[in-house]
């Protein structure tokens, strides 16, 4: 008999019960919940006069609709300037109080976006299965967990029965081989993969990273891998366990400690696909064929390299795909085979969760350092993932070459990104993003999104354009 | 959830690629707390040519005529044919709110992001997958004839043209039956409730560390 793969011991380890149409009632370990999927599960149980299966599995924080401004922050939830997004926070934390669940308020210094927060606080953990009502919760794969986002009418089935009713998904390897150059990151083979494979490329797949490129990569962009596996189709990505994973989450508040440490450390140590495991799919990428990558168009595919232009017509592999970049060219305000370091860029925003942890900021500093913002970039944001984060970088001096550079340096939330709060981008204007979509409007109505790596989007906001960071 | 059984309604042709759920409701009026109410913001950067705001009249919003759901000859759509990977992006349940909200009970497309084909489903919304020749097939058809009409049967699991075709379509037994007589899952996991107990006592014993 065949191995098994990553996913399939972690779907094994998780079956309540088998249906008789084939879907399954998969075992939830941990839940995460924010203000903005969750009002209406929590309405949902009050109605059905129903109670939380399991209080200990959940943990909570705003981190959407907060500000980011240290003003704002001062006054506490009463300082959100937006009524509406104030009323959402508000709820979260009501719904929190109610119910008894463990909650990071906006004022707790380990407050912070769902998924910098869980792993930082090892309330992600290796063989779990992690949810939350957030299509990024892929992040939590890093660990070797089985983490995917869901819907709120499934928030509230957690809640109820800490459960999920599920079908099994397809087994994907991603092999990444050989050894990445010199300033290539977790977010440029990300960006590479969807380029190859496609937004839709993974639907209906378990997304596994593995090969030698990945083995050696830290959590941080192990977790930038995860994140974005969503963008490529794929609900879950993942990475198998190693020393560098275990480095990571020992000693956390919510790890296991002493003789659990090693109970745990024995279960984990077998969460790695086999050797003759079976995948559906495999994808073979040489990890010295990727450069830095930057997207053109209005959805993730739609990438290149910098060195690279934005592609004709004639590139398109259809017709589908050469309406879609004909609105893209429009939207984008850009023309076939213009050069991607002829783009100038507005606004610059490093965050989110794909590239807020520390490691991202040192990236993104070490570029900054003893250099200016371009003056004609209007704002340049650089935003912690956690509390924690900020607290960090500013023991290591990060926020003071930032703020030196000229970057403004701000509170934890997942801000520009989708700015629903008052972070957002102007009509018509171009920003370099560590963030993971490029949707039309997604940073702001009319705004132009480019995805870049941290220290690609810190050096584009330096020349006001982008600008290869190998050659800096 | 409201129950599906046999649906008529007329066709509403968006012919694009890879439809997002920003596109589909855009990040703004996910402040809200409702489940209900986000219809008339649904496509809302496609459909008006300002910027909505939540909890805004919309009435006197200026509209954009290219827009297909503001053409005449598809008012009153109720089933909605789509290209490719529909619904991707985030996870937002807001966005089967809004489509069924504004009165969309079927989608048809070649195929649908993960997250949002399992959402729709929960809010009594069908999202039917069919081959791209067949989709392509059925945008001509709305396209040549104004009015057109499809018969979505999901008891039959079949969808009936104004020809009377039939073209068949899959679709789970169990989302089939909770669809059919609009259940709530909650409710029907809750039967399992001590099958659920012994596995939670199994793992408690094997992984003590996730139980505080």
């Known amino acids: 008999m065949a191995g098994k793969t990553l996913y399939d011991k972690l779907w094994d380890q998780h079956v309540v019960k088998t249906r008789e149409d084939g879907t399954a009632l998969i075992y939830i370990d941990r839940q995460l919940l924010h203000e903005v999927t969750s009002p209406q599960a929590f309405e949902g149980l009050r109605i059905a006069g129903r109670q939380p299966w399991r209080l200990d599995a959940n943990l909570a924080t705003p981190d959407h609709n907060v500000p980011t401004t240290p003003v704002e922050r001062e006054s506490g939830i009463d300082g959100i300037q937006d009524p509406v997004s104030r009323i959402q926070v508000k709820t979260l934390d009501d719904n929190c109080d109610h119910f008894g669940i463990t909650e990071f308020k906006m004022a707790d210094k380990r407050q912070g976006i769902v998924h910098v927060v869980g792993p930082e606080q090892g309330a992600t953990l290796p063989g779990m299965t992690v949810v939350c009502g957030d299509s990024h919760t892929a992040t939590h794969g890093a660990f070797a967990a089985l983490a995917h986002g869901i819907g709120t009418s499934e928030v509230e089935h957690v809640l109820a029965t800490q459960c999920l009713i599920q079908r099994k998904m397809k087994n994907l390897l991603i092999k990444v081989d050989g050894e990445l150059g010199k300033g290539i990151t977790g977010k440029d083979v990300v960006l590479h993969v969807i380029g190859v494979i496609g937004t839709a490329g993974g639907n209906g797949c378990a997304m596994e990273f593995g090969g030698s490129a990945i083995r050696t990569m830290s959590m941080e962009g192990r977790m930038t891998m995860c994140n974005m596996a969503i963008e490529a189709g794929a609900r879950v990505g993942m990475v198998a366990f190693d020393e560098i994973t275990a480095e990571y989450v020992k000693g956390r508040p919510y790890a296991p400690k002493a003789d659990q440490w090693e109970m745990a450390m024995e279960a984990w140590s077998d969460l790695k696909s086999d050797d003759d495991a079976v995948f559906d799919k495999v994808v073979e990428i040489r990890a010295e064929d990727i450069k830095p990558q930057v997207t053109w168009g209005t959805s993730p595919e739609m990438v290149t390299t910098i060195d690279g232009t934005v592609p004709t017509l004639e590139e398109a592999a259809d017709d589908v795909e050469r309406s879609g970049f004909k609105r893209a060219y429009e939207y984008m305000g850009l023309t076939a085979g213009q050069k991607i370091t002829d783009i100038k860029l507005d606004r610059v925003f490093i965050g989110s969760c794909t590239n807020s942890r520390i490691e991202d900021l040192r990236a993104a500093a070490e570029v900054a350092k003893g250099r200016k913002v371009s003056g004609s970039v209007k704002q340049a944001l650089v935003v912690p993932g956690s509390g924690l984060v900020k607290a960090q970088a500013e023991e290591e001096g990060l926020d003071k070459i930032f703020v030196e550079a000229g970057f403004e340096w701000r509170e934890p939330g997942c801000s520009m990104c989708l700015a629903m709060n008052a972070d957002k981008l102007g009509n018509g204007e171009h920003c370099a993003s560590t963030s993971n979509r490029n949707f039309e409007g997604r940073q702001g109505y009319g705004g132009r999104t480019h995805l870049v790596s941290p220290a690609m989007a810190a050096a584009a906001a330096i020349a006001g354009h982008f600008v290869d960071v190998r050659e800096l | ?212």
């Not at chain 2, 007329?10 to 986000?38: W, Y």
């Not at chain 2, 959402?119 to 057109?148: H, Q």
């Not at chain 2, 409710?187 to 793992?203: M, N, P, S, V």
């Open chain 2, 1 to 212: 959830m409201k129950a599906f059984t046999v649906h008529q309604g007329v066709v509403a042709p968006m012919d694009r690629a890879n439809i997002d759920t920003d596109m589909i409701i855009p990040k703004q009026f996910l402040k809200s707390i409702k489940r209900s109410g986000f219809g008339p913001n649904l496509f809302d950067e496609l459909r008006y040519l300002d910027e909505g705001q939540p909890d805004a009249d919309n009435s006197g919003r200026p509209l954009n005529p290219d827009f297909v759901l503001n053409q005449p000859r598809y008012s009153g759509a109720s089933v909605l044919l789509a290209r490719e990977n529909f619904g991707c992006g985030s996870s937002r349940e807001h966005a089967p709110w809004a489509l069924e909200d504004f009165g969309f009970r079927a989608i048809i497309a070649p195929s649908y992001a993960d997250i949002f084909y399992n959402n729709s489903f929960k809010n009594g919304l069908l999202p039917i997958v069919l081959d791209e020749e067949t989709v392509d097939r059925l945008f001509k058809e709305t396209e040549a004839s104004e009015g057109y009409q499809l018969t979505v049967d999901l008891e039959n699991k079949k969808v009936v043209t104004p020809s009377g075709e039939e073209i068949a379509f899959e679709v789970d037994d169990f989302r089939r039956h909770c669809l059919l007589n609009g259940l709530d899952d909650i409710g029907l996991t809750l039967q399992d409730a001590d099958e659920i107990k012994a596995y939670e006592e199994k793992r408690r014993a094997s992984s003590p560390w996730l139980f505080s």
